[in-house]
């Protein structure tokens, strides 16, 4: 078994003995500090010849039981010394690296600064994205197709299932809950108006905009930022390589060209869905549905859907690649970007679509 | 004192898919040794270093650390047993969201036995020992250079006081002079507490000033360990490939 720290004491004389290194001290650490602490009160004459071992830990405790000066008789090794020595070459008191706490005016300041930098920093990649499409037309033969059929794979096709599932669900409850209001007003044919509006022009794009934010917005935030953190993107830009070229435009443009497609896939599973339900809670035949679909929903709001599909696949695309860039070459920052990169593209897309809501307002509403 | 030895592997085997790293690897290091292994590039010296952290499990064979198995289960003999040892890795392996002090600090405060001040002074102790200064202690990893990292990196690993250290590739990276003082400290420490050290190095003259003894690792196992004249002095291929001309310098 190890040799215990030891400490005795004679008339006069402190002695230290057995092995006093940081594993031996830790079971019984409070009572030798308590009796270090109140020998060094006592005596002035340490016998440290005995101790085997004595590691820097130990050698801190004693020097701060000595109060940071040598005591006055003191017999040592000459290794051991050594290890006080360094101790002793420390500075005395070492101050805390204190931070003043902010105040509220600072962490305001700080927030509305932080804000205008993202918004700064969105309008430059919006800039940047625009020079780069420029040169691209100038130069076709650059446009990095394989890049951009990668993404559109990844953020669009990779999505089908699971904006399926969700879209089917949605549908399905949202056609019952209506169908058991409009059964009590007798008004059950109006379902196909109900459903037809709110999930082509309004519940399908959301729907979509929110799992594609957190499932392929992440995704491009935490991709960019761990290039950034290894390194890789300083590699891409010293082999000549324009990485906003190579890394930021196929994200962007896959998103953007995937997201209406994903739009029309889930609203037409949703529409399934709510048919179906129709059909087991009203009786509400499918061929009845489909028929009178186009009579009840003017075409214009399919094309407000895929518009919103097309705006909000930008904005997500644009707010994670932002964020990804930002990310600073530690874990931390990492996961801060990535959470901040989905919740900024939620609401930067519901916001987009009051806009859209309030612009379109004339337009595709069926006139009774 | 116990007579047990500090690391023992007896016939380990690693494998990776179809890649065979190591076959029926034994290698017994008793305390106070400090021990370089050499290698060629890919030889499997970082993986060794992990089977001995416990860090990957051998595919067949055991390893023993303080006479104790690695497979022990009891999660407070693993944790105690951890707590022996510090290892610095080839590429530091900081924390990338902490300041270089608090990745010192880190396995100090862990131990929740310690007040800050002592915490304080043992980070800037150690901090001192590699020569780094109050100034870099605020940095963090990724404001580093390469060199600054390795230091930061053996300085927590130092924190602990470990019985045992492991050390990949400790000198890479480092200029001739940081070079020397790591081989002046280590050697003091080793002095000091009686360390045990394993060091990966592909210098020879860190080898040359502060391995007692060197394995050499070949062809998938040690093919030879022992004091460091001896080997120096053995005609296997693979060492006189190794130290060519250097051979001089360690003898
Ligand atoms: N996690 C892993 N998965 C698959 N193969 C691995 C893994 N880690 C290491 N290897 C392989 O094991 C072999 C040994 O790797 P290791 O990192 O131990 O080499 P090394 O001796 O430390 O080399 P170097 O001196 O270059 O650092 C290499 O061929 C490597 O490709
Ligand atoms: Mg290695």
């Known amino acids: 078994m190890k040799a215990l720290p030891r400490l005795s004491i004679e008339p006069g004389r402190v002695i230290l003995a057995g092995t006093w290194t940081l594993a031996a001290m830790l079971p019984q650490l409070a009572e030798l500090q308590a009796q270090l602490a109140e020998r060094s009160r006592q005596a002035d004459a340490w016998d440290l010849s005995a101790v085997s071992r004595l590691d820097s830990a130990a050698a801190v405790l004693l020097w701060r039981a000595w109060g940071g000066a040598w005591p006055e008789q003191l017999q040592v090794s000459e290794v051991h010394k050594a290890v006080l020595g360094r101790v002793a070459a420390l500075p005395g008191d070492i101050p805390a690296p204190a931070a003043p706490p902010p105040r509220l005016p600072e962490i305001v300041g700080n927030l509305v600064l932080k804000a205008m930098a993202n918004l700064r920093g969105m309008v430059a990649l919006f800039g940047q994205l625009l020079l780069d499409l420029g040169y691209l037309l100038r130069h076709p033969a650059e446009v990095p197709w394989k890049e951009c059929a990668a993404n559109v794979y990844k953020a669009g096709a990779q999505a089908l299932p699971v904006t399926a599932l969700v879209g089917f669900l949605i549908g399905v409850t949202l056609s019952y809950l209506s169908a058991l209001q409009l059964k009590t007003l007798g008004a059950d044919l109006f379902i196909v108006n109900i459903l037809g509006i709110s999930i082509i022009r309004e519940l399908g794009p959301v729907l979509v905009a929110v799992l594609v934010a957190g499932r392929s917005g992440s995704a491009m935030t935490a991709q960019i930022g761990v290039m950034r953190v290894t390194e890789e993107i300083d590699a891409l830009s010293t082999m000549g390589v324009s990485r906003s070229i190579r890394v930021i435009f196929p994200k962007i443009f896959g998103l953007t060209a995937a997201m209406p497609l994903l739009v029309l896939w889930t609203s037409a599973v949703a529409l399934f869905g709510g048919m179906l339900a129709a059909l087991l809670q009203l009786d509400l035949s499918l061929v009845y549905f489909v028929e009178n679909l186009p009579r009840a929903v003017p075409v214009a709001n399919l094309h407000i859907g895929l518009g919103k599909g097309l705006v909000f696949g930008f904005l997500i695309a644009l707010v994670a690649c932002h964020f990804g860039l930002r990310v600073k070459p530690n874990t931390e920052s990492l996961s801060a970007c990535t959470t901040s990169a989905v919740v900024t593209a939620i609401t930067t897309v519901i916001l987009a679509d009051a806009i859209f809501a309030i612009l379109t307002r004339h337009i595709g509403v069926p006139q009774l | ?251």
């Open chain 2, 1 to 251: 004192m116990t007579a047990d030895p500090v690391i023992e592997l007896r016939g380990v085997s690693t494998r990776f898919g179809r890649l065979v790293v190591h076959r029926d690897l034994s290698l017994q290091i008793e305390a106070g040794q400090i021990v370089a292994l050499v290698g060629g590039s890919g030889s499997g010296k970082t993986t060794l270093l992990r089977q001995m952290l416990g860090l990957i499990r051998p595919s067949a064979g055991s390893v023993e650390l303080f006479g104790v198995d690695l497979n022990e289960p009891d999660p407070r003999v693993q944790r105690d047993l951890r707590r022996r040892l510090g290892m610095l890795f080839q590429h530091g392996a900081l924390f990338s969201a902490l300041s270089v002090f608090d990745n010192v600090a880190f396995p100090l405060r862990e131990l929740r036995y310690l007040d800050e001040d002592w915490i304080r002074r043992l980070v800037h102790l150690k901090l001192a020992m590699v020569g780094l200064t109050m100034t870099h202690a605020q940095l963090m990893p990724a404001e580093l250079s390469g060199g600054m990292i390795k230091r930061a990196a053996l300085a927590r690993a130092l924190a602990l006081e470990p019985e045992l250290l492991l050390l990949d590739e400790p000198t890479a990276g480092l200029d001739p002079d940081r070079s020397q003082s790591f081989v002046e400290l280590v050697g003091a420490l080793q002095r000091e507490l009686g360390l045990t050290v394993v060091m990966v190095t592909h210098d020879v003259n860190t080898l040359a000033a502060l391995a007692t003894h060197v394995a050499v690792l070949a062809e998938q196992k040690i093919v030879a360990f022992g004091p460091k004249a001896e080997i120096a002095a053995s005609d296997h291929p693979f060492v006189a490939g190794f130290f060519g001309a250097d051979r001089q310098k360690l003898l």
